[in-house]
């Protein structure tokens, strides 16, 4: 087998095959067309010559498999390319799951799309208990399906309700899950996975499968009430049908055994439908944020002190302490802390599940009221309320006793940098790490930089950003930035259709069938109406604010903080009025909307506030959920008067 290029096979005298996965030129494994042939041709020589079993695991340290290679997905121009792509891979994966020897999948860290099948189509499947194990069928992210066995065999594993919710997701389970779910035969310590793995593959244990109910409900007529449930749910989250790959999941399950070649219609329709391929830009324009976070040469952050210990302050302590860093909080007293906190524990327990882990991440969150983690810090990030005058004042005391290499940081959300930095011994240190709100949720963070500050402070930043797994988008010191900036605009003119007479039900819900994740006015009440009046005014060249949001707030209605806003807030959740869904909104109203976010989002881009439109895109998309069916809102005005111009000439 000397002829491969990405697989290493080896037999042990046990007469256990081991094939070793590791793409060349790659940093990572993924399944493509030249990938696939070479384990073709492994098959065949184990086909040849039997082994006892074979385990099979990958040579790289970023997982077992990402997926398939989506850069074969973006050269799809014809129906019968996609129908040989995903008969390429179904034939392959029922190959290896019909081989006369056992066979094992060996998973560590990433397991994703392509990969998860190809796992499901062997018999075992060990994965290591660590951090950052991760096992998904993401395909409906990217607007497709997982065609390639997985709508057969994950419900065949696992059953049809849990693998429903893992396939229409995208959600994925770490090892301590997979375990759980039946998804893998069991978790185990990194330093036993190998014996493990040997002595499970010639244990000829029969493979796992479904039991109880999960089972039965993969079987006629459950079958069918289960998909019907699914089609409700789909409906209830995506009304106009913006993505259809959902949809179409349930339908191949139900209907076609989880074989899509015995729908090519389905086929045809999917891969060439604009959701696919818009939804395979923001992933490529994902990869391009990632990609700011990885700086050759820069040293990983170890220590982290944040001063404010409010929302943002608190919450983005949490954050980095949750990442592994050794995080100092500080405010003024242990009352203002305390609060931080309480909401840190609830991060942990919730996002980490076991108990040990959970009470190491709350070891690395150090209440700090004196200041003393300020030496000893790699990164120090301001979170203190939106005063200049505040903000300098902390400076002057931080910089004289601040590691001569450490990076100080503000979260402003919409100060100037050349503001902040008056004063400083060194100016070019401030950078600007603007987080947003809920900071767990939220995959954005903005790295403002001035217009000459040296290319090593933005690197770093960025790399810290990258380092707590954030997205890391370079923005120059402006107004508002980028985000605050586009939804300034947005959300005054919700707020101007109020004034006009729109209920605030009859805004949110024309966004929300738009694509957005939640409307402009419970947006606007979730931040904060004293928040979004300041920004308002820092971006509105001193306009009037409109008159709904003043009346507000001379009643100290301030949003969902004090329970009452554009709506009354119980147990954190809008009450809407009844009956307000089926209120008719006025004709256009979402583009009239949707247009001044639009129009600020290309002038950012004139203004070179941002790089291109491509980041521009991307920013918007992942710091306000902007719908990512549309590619983004310059990519989805490109194509709307693209396709306006389309319909006029042949209407001429």
């Avoid at 980041?615 to 719908?627: K, N, P, S, W, Y």
Wanted: hydrophobic share 45%; aromatic share 6%.
């Amino acid at each position: 087998m000397d002829t491969l290029s990405h697989w290493r096979l080896d037999r042990d005298p046990d007469g256990v095959a081991w094939l070793t996965f590791d793409r060349a030129g790659s940093a990572v494994n993924a399944l493509s067309a030249d990938t696939m042939a070479e384990f073709s041709v492994v098959l065949d020589a184990l086909d040849a010559d039997p082994p006892k079993g074979l385990i099979i695991q990958s040579g790289k340290t970023t997982g077992f498999i990402v997926g398939a290679d989506v850069n074969e997905f973006a050269g799809l121009d014809t129906p019968e390319q996609g129908r040989a792509l995903v008969a390429r891979g179904w034939n392959l994966m029922n190959r290896l799951a019909a081989v006369r020897y056992p066979t094992l999948a060996l998973i560590q860290g990433h397991c994703l799309g392509g990969g998860l099948e190809l796992a499901l189509a062997c018999r075992y499947r060990l994965v290591a208990d660590q951090p950052g194990a991760s096992l998904a069928l993401p395909e409906v992210m990217l607007g497709i399906f997982p065609g390639w066995g997985g709508m057969l065999r994950l419900p065949q594993t696992i059953g049809a309700p849990a693998a429903l919710d893992m396939m229409l997701t995208g959600r994925s389970a770490d090892a301590r899950r997979a375990a759980s779910l039946g998804l893998a035969d069991a978790r185990v310590p990194p330093r036993l996975l190998l014996a493990a793995a040997r002595q499970t593959v010639l244990s000829r244990k029969p493979p796992r499968r479904a039991r109880g109910l999960g089972g039965w409900l993969n079987r006629w007529p459950f079958k069918a009430i289960v998909a019907n449930r699914a089609r409700k749910q789909i409906a209830a989250k995506d009304p106009l049908g913006h993505y259809p790959a959902a949809p179409a999941i349930v339908e191949i399950w139900e209907k076609h055994g989880g074989n899509a070649l015995k729908a090519p219609g389905l086929i045809d329709r999917i891969i060439a439908s604009g959701t696919a391929r818009n939804l395979l830009r923001v992933f490529r324009l994902q990869e391009r944020l990632k990609a700011n976070g990885k700086q050759v040469g820069v040293a990983p952050a170890r220590h982290v002190h944040v001063v404010g210990a409010g929302v943002m302050g608190g919450d983005i302590a949490a954050w980095c302490a949750l990442k592994g860093m050794t995080v100092t909080l500080q405010d003024q007293d242990m009352a203002r802390i305390a609060p931080a906190v309480k909401r840190a524990a609830d991060l942990f327990s919730r996002r980490l599940k076991d108990s040990r882990l959970a009470r190491a991440a709350f070891d690395r969150l150090v209440p700090d009221p004196s200041g003393g983690g300020v030496p000893l810090a790699d990164v120090v990030i301001e979170a203190i309320s939106e005063q200049p005058e505040a903000k300098r004042a902390l400076y002057q005391s931080l910089e004289p006793r601040m590691k001569p290499d450490a990076l100080l940081a503000t979260n402003t959300s919409s100060l100037s940098l050349e503001t902040l930095r008056t004063g400083l011994a060194r100016p070019e240190r401030l950078v600007g790490i603007h987080f947003f709100n809920p900071v767990a949720k939220m995959p954005l963070v903005e790295v403002v930089h001035g217009e000459s500050d040296p290319d090593a402070s933005l690197a770093r930043a960025c790399a810290f950003v990258g380092q707590i797994d954030k997205l890391a988008l370079p923005v120059k010191s402006a107004p508002g930035f980028l985000v605050n900036a586009v939804l300034a605009p947005y959300m005054l003119q919700a707020m101007r259709s109020v004034d006009e007479g729109v209920s605030p039900d009859t805004v949110d819900a024309a966004m929300v069938a738009f694509g957005m994740p939640m409307g402009p006015l419970e947006l606007a009440d979730t931040v904060g109406l004293d928040i979004a009046r300041a920004a308002g005014q820092a971006l509105a060249g001193g306009a009037e604010p409109p008159r709904c949001l003043a009346d507000r707030l001379a009643r100290n209605e301030l949003g969902k903080k004090s329970g009452k806003g554009f709506y009354t807030w119980r147990d954190g959740k809008p009450v809407r009025q009844r009956g307000a869904k089926d209120a008719a909104a006025p004709a256009g109203l979402a583009q009239r909307l949707i247009q001044p976010l639009i129009d600020a989002t290309r002038q950012r881009v004139a203004a070179g506030v941002v790089a291109d439109a491509d980041l521009a895109d991307a920013g918007v998309i992942f710091g306000t959920g902007f719908a990512p069916f549309t590619g983004g809102p310059l990519h989805y005005e490109d194509g709307s008067t693209l396709q306006h111009r389309s319909t006029a000439a042949r209407a001429d």
